[in-house]
């Protein structure tokens, strides 16, 4: 089997796009720190697939966890705002 064509290394070409999207996107988008919170999580996986997430990796992955939390309580706000005012 292709070593790059293995569906690890096509799942980080892939990535890659959603990292360029993330990146490119004004942080004044709502959905934005999902996007890249997300994508973050992803890449960290990916990269260590074969390998053992360290206890500072998974610590990485619960600050981001709780930035996907945090965002989506904002968004929840809104909507629910949003419902108030019309």
């Known amino acids: 089997m292709d070593v790059n064509n293995d569906p690890v290394s096509r799942a980080e070409r892939a990535l890659y796009d959603i990292q360029e999207l ?6 004044h988008h709502p ?3 999902l996007l890249y919170n997300c994508s ?3 890449k960290l996986i990916l990269e ?3 390998d053992d997430l360290t206890q500072e ?4 992955i619960r600050w981001m966890i709780s930035e996907l939390e945090n965002s989506c309580k904002k968004l929840k706000n ?3 705002q949003d419902s108030r005012d019309k």
């Open 22 to 27: 993330a990146d490119s996107t004004a942080e």
């Open 31 to 33: 959905y934005w720190i």
């Open 40 to 42: 973050q999580i992803s």
């Open 48 to 50: 260590k697939w074969n």
């Open 57 to 60: 990796d998974l610590n990485e």
């Open 78 to 80: 809104k909507v629910e």
